[in-house]
């Protein structure tokens, strides 16, 4: 055997699939700067007022979450404190109050998690949040609307129901990624999870985000009967926000769990390198 | 330079870019100037929803809250303010001016001889909170119909009695706004009359938009063609710092 054919047989032949269409990868990237913007700023915003409430308006002495400063008696010390329901934690340096160059600052969360950065700015949080949350929908519409009528959406996102019954079988729960021809489709939790995102979360973000406008209650009350009120509006967004977070963590973490730059690179020019060789792990 | 490397570089790049300018490019004019057409848009497809008529949501006795908390000004320093307070507002007159037929200036038994108003409605203060309260005032389309607007008016102003910081309050409105049923004068609030936390003798209600264009502690309202030349020119106190002058969202 010569070297040459030895090295062939154990190197594994790659092959570039073609993986997600143009427009998908424009959707995605658009929304990761829009996402990330939205975030910034809608922290900015509710550092204007931390705290959080159920129903129509706002009872002021029941926030079911609320961040906050306590003040030494000099001035010079601040400690912070976050509440759930009843639970009370010292959240000093983090949130409620945080140091910014040196100085303490009474504010939710902390300059550096916020657009603009730094010392407490709700003119301009407003203004990127209001900006990039039109970049966010007209983007979101797009994805859509062309993803049902390419039929993206129903064929390679939608679970079936077979994808439903055997979800727990899927080897990704197991942290077992695939580097055969099986990673170049969805897989069970996988279309779960984005469908989840895609179809409830997005939408909910968004239509939450339209029922705290005063104008648009008055063309759209069944918003507001919908949600249970506009202060519940402003909680249930504040929720999608986090939960939007946690879906990005686990997404970062299965990208570096299967091959970082493969995945990006084939986010960023729509091909992915697999090995047709590789055994399958599915079921 | 491989694709790879040329790829990494880039990331990296952009990285670095990102952490170091993004408090700058933030808060940088042109930037900001790029974000403020949201305003045009929020403005434009708001008024081509909602239409001209649709009323803000109306609510219960039940509904009203309790603790109806106060912002900007509580209490005016003013002296002009404090001796109208002072004499329980019984010298006090509302001047309606500007591009008007009939200038007016109205007591306050002449304000609720107006037709009136009343709704319970929810007050949305742009830092996020909500209350619920009961309003009666005078309808601001009839005591418009009473001044009859000269046709090059646009705007209404309303000048306010207090002090904010180191300049006096004011707001604006279109004649959309100002025309609709629920913008009012309110002179009442809960049952009582406006107490001075929250802008007695009079503060507008404007329904469709946040608690800034709610302004407080009326004295004047002026008809204008352009907003331009009052106070910093943005339309508003809140707004000559830079926040929106439609207020819808």
């Known amino acids: 055997m010569s070297a040459e054919t030895a090295r062939a047989a154990l190197t594994p032949m790659k092959v570039m699939v073609k993986r997600h269409g143009l427009l998908v990868r424009l959707n995605h990237w658009v929304n990761v700067i829009a996402l990330v913007l939205l975030l910034g700023s809608g922290l900015q915003i509710f550092n204007a007022h931390a705290a959080l409430y159920w129903g129509k308006a706002s009872n002021f002495d029941h926030p079911w979450f609320s961040m906050y400063a306590e003040r030494s008696k000099d001035g010079a010390q601040m400690k912070g404190f976050t509440t759930l329901g009843s639970a009370k934690v010292e959240t000093t340096g983090v949130f409620g109050a945080s140091k910014l160059d040196g100085k303490w600052q009474d504010q939710g969360f902390p300059g550096w998690m916020t657009v603009p950065g730094g010392e407490f700015d709700l003119t301009n949080g407003r203004h990127w949040h209001l900006f990039f949350a039109w970049v966010f929908a007209v983007n979101g519409l797009i994805y859509l609307v062309t993803g049902l009528i390419g039929r993206h959406l129903i064929r390679d996102v939608l679970p079936s129901g077979r994808d439903l019954k055997t979800i727990f079988k899927d080897p990704h729960l197991r942290l077992k990624f695939s580097k055969g021809p099986e990673s170049a489709r969805y897989h069970q939790v996988q279309k779960l999870a984005y469908s989840g995102v895609v179809f409830l979360l997005l939408p909910t973000i968004a239509l939450t985000g339209m029922t705290m406008s005063p104008g648009l209650n008055a063309a759209f009350p069944f918003l507001l009967d919908l949600f249970g009120g506009r202060q519940s509006a402003r909680s249930i967004h504040f929720i999608c926000a986090n939960l939007i977070v946690a879906f990005v963590i686990v997404h970062l973490l299965a990208v570096i769990l299967s091959g970082p730059l493969n995945q990006v690179r084939a986010m960023l020019t729509g091909k992915l390198a697999i090995i047709p060789s590789d055994e399958e792990a599915h079921s | ?249």
């Not at chain 2, 870019?17 to 042109?30: M, N, Q, R, Y």
């Not at chain 2, 603790?67 to 507002?89: C, Q, V, W």
């Not at chain 2, 001016?97 to 009343?118: I, K, Y």
């Not at chain 2, 503060?203 to 331009?228: C, D, F, P, T, W």
């Open chain 2, 1 to 249: 330079m491989n694709r790879r490397t040329w790829l990494r570089g880039l990331l990296a790049g952009v990285g670095a870019t990102i952490a170091a300018g993004c408090e700058k490019v933030a808060t940088a004019p042109p930037a900001l100037k790029m974000l403020k057409v949201a305003e045009k848009w929020n403005q434009g497809a708001q008024r081509a929803i909602i239409g001209r008529h649709a009323l803000a949501p109306e609510f219960t006795e039940a509904d009203i809250s309790r603790t109806f908390k106060a912002n900007g000004t509580r209490r005016p320093f003013d002296e002009e303010y404090n001796s109208h307070l002072n004499s329980g507002f019984s010298g006090w007159k509302l001047v309606v001016d500007g591009l008007v037929e009939t200038p007016l200036a109205l007591t306050l038994a002449e304000l609720r001889a107006l037709p009136s108003r009343t709704q319970i409605t929810r007050h949305d203060c742009v830092e996020g909170w909500s209350c619920i309260g009961k309003w009666k005032g005078a309808r601001l389309s009839a005591l418009l119909d009473q001044a009859r607007l000269k046709p090059e008016a646009k705007f209404i102003v309303f000048h306010c009695m207090d002090t904010l910081g180191s300049s006096k309050y004011y707001e604006s409105i279109d004649l959309v706004d100002a025309r609709h049923e629920q913008s009012i004068l309110a002179y009442d609030m809960n049952g009582a009359p406006v107490s001075v936390e929250h802008g007695a003798p009079l503060r507008l209600r404007v329904e469709r938009q946040l608690g800034y264009k709610q302004a407080k502690y009326i004295g004047r309202i002026e008809a204008v063609a352009s907003l331009k030349g009052i106070g910093g020119g943005a339309g508003g106190f809140w707004e000559d710092f830079g926040y929106e002058w439609y207020a819808g969202i």
